[in-house]
């Protein structure tokens, strides 16, 4: 029982990677077994708060499993250390790691073909930072998921042990812009710019944000620069395509084209299910297959909307003592039962026939005149006549200022196309019953 650390070791290193093993568990040594503490030495704070956070419930586990109770760990500074500890500590409080949700994991995403793309793309920059696709830009709708992957890419990371943690920055792009303020305010410029441009790794989340805001643009695009020079990985979110960011620098924009762009839209039913599903299963909530659908196709696409329904109604559940059934939710959730037979909309149009047509919202409402773009935006207009009240004027100026003569001519090639071509008739057809019954 002398050495109790020594023998849990190889439990350890069983469970984590063998890099995280090497830099975190190995250093790590046995000092003393007294009153129901385990005293631990780790060579620097730095380390004692890494391993605390991020291996400590994995040790005090394997530490009650060996010695029958529940012990508890006291990480000591090894004396000889700690002349140089005391810069480091100072060194840690200024750069001020990034912290990551250990919830918004890869494992706890789940995949449907809405989130696929994306997904992959992360997965692939969290195995091959700076070397596959640089920069990553992920863009969609509120509550589909990108911080969550965001956070995965991080904790990816950091549990893999294949990163400095004080080289890794996730931050929202408000952040960023409250920072600068005050660096500015401060004259603190260097130390904000350098912070920054010494990163591996910048996860930057809601850049639409800085929007309209210049400094913040120029600063930033000075940050990728630096760090897209040294093949630094960057990875950006935003609730829109590049392009569709209004009042955002050329520059920018072009520049979060070089990498990859990758959307995530909105789940499917299945999807939908499946993330109701694993959440229930997480918050132990019993939740029947036949009222997982019916809040899946009641509810809005949000997932995070979606996660909050399911927390209502497990509480309500639980509280009232009675078993989740579809009943329990249109009584209690009556408000956010979806308006069905909701009026169709231009917006709701353009992106169904997107998504149709594996188009972007800016392609279509281009002057790009290759027909696999002109045809979908053709598609669009026509629909937007015949579905909506819209007039020829309104119409053209929802596809980036066309005149009505453009739009008149769009749906007269249309009408005509489904005339003579089967296949594409049922296509438009297609379109429309889908909007039809959202
Ligand atoms: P966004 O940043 O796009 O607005 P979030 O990443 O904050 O959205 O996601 C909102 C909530 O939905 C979070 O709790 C997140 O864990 C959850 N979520 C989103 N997508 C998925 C998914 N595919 N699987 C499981 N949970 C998801
Ligand atoms: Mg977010």
């Keep these: 029982m002398s050495d109790i650390l020594t023998q849990i070791k190889p439990k350890i290193a069983s469970i984590i990677s063998e890099d995280s093993f090497k830099t975190w568990i190995e250093p790590l040594s046995f000092i003393d077994l007294k009153d129901k503490s385990c005293f631990i030495g780790v060579p620097n704070a730095f380390f004692r708060e890494w391993v605390s956070e991020n291996f400590g419930s994995i040790i005090s586990t394997l530490l009650k499993d060996a010695l029958k109770e529940d012990v508890k760990i006291e990480y000591v500074l090894k004396k000889d250390e700690k002349a140089g500890e005391k810069k480091r500590v100072v060194v840690i409080k200024q750069s001020n790691y990034s912290q990551f949700n250990p919830k918004y994991s890869f494992e706890n995403f789940v995949v449907g073909s809405s989130n696929q793309f994306a997904n992959a793309a992360c997965l692939a920059v969290s195995t091959n930072p700076g070397k596959t696709y640089n ?19 991080g904790n990816f990371l950091l549990n893999h042990g294949t990163i400095n943690p004080e080289r890794i920055c996730y931050i929202t792009a408000e952040t960023f812009t409250n920072e600068l303020i005050n660096s500015i305010r401060y004259e603190k410029m260097e130390d904000f710019r350098n912070r920054f441009r010494k990163m591996d790794i910048l996860l930057i989340d809601d850049i639409q944000f800085i929007a309209g805001k210049e400094r913040t643009q120029a600063e930033f695009f000075h940050t ?8 630094k990985q960057i990875v950006v979110t935003s609730d829109k395509f590049p392009r569709d960011i209004e009042n955002f620098e050329e ?8 990498g990859l762009v990758a959307d995530i839209q909105s789940p499917d039913i299945e999807t939908k299910v499946a993330i109701l599903n694993k959440k229930a299963e997480q918050e132990k909530i019993n939740l029947p297959l036949d009222v997982a659908f019916f809040i899946a196709t009641n509810s809005e696409d949000s997932i995070r909307s979606l996660e909050g329904t399911l927390i209502r109604v497990g509480a309500y559940a639980s509280l009232n003592n009675t078993p989740i059934t579809s009943d329990l939710v249109k009584d209690t959730m009556g408000h956010i039962i979806k308006e069905k037979n ?8 353009i992106k169904d026939v997107c ?19 002109m045809i979908p935006r053709q598609v669009a207009m026509y629909l937007s006549r015949k579905l909506t009240d819209s007039s020829l004027v309104s119409i053209g100026e929802k596809f980036g200022g066309k005149d009505h003569a453009t739009v008149l001519h769009s749906i007269k090639k249309i009408e005509s196309e489904i005339n003579v071509k089967k296949e594409f008739k049922s296509t438009v057809e297609k379109i429309i019953q889908r909007l039809k019954s959202r």
């Design 224 to 231: 990728f620069n630096t760090l897209y020079d040294n093949m």
């Design 135 to 153: 920069p990553l830009f992920i863009y969609g709708g509120v509550g589909l998921g990108k911080t969550h992957l965001l956070n995965a890419i």
């Design 342 to 349: 909701k009026e169709i909309t231009l917006d709701m149009i």
């Design 251 to 258: 520059r920018l924009k072009s520049r979060f084209e070089w």
């Design 355 to 373: 998504s149709q047509f594996s188009v972007t919202l800016s392609d279509i409402k281009s002057n790009k005149r290759i027909k696999s773009i």
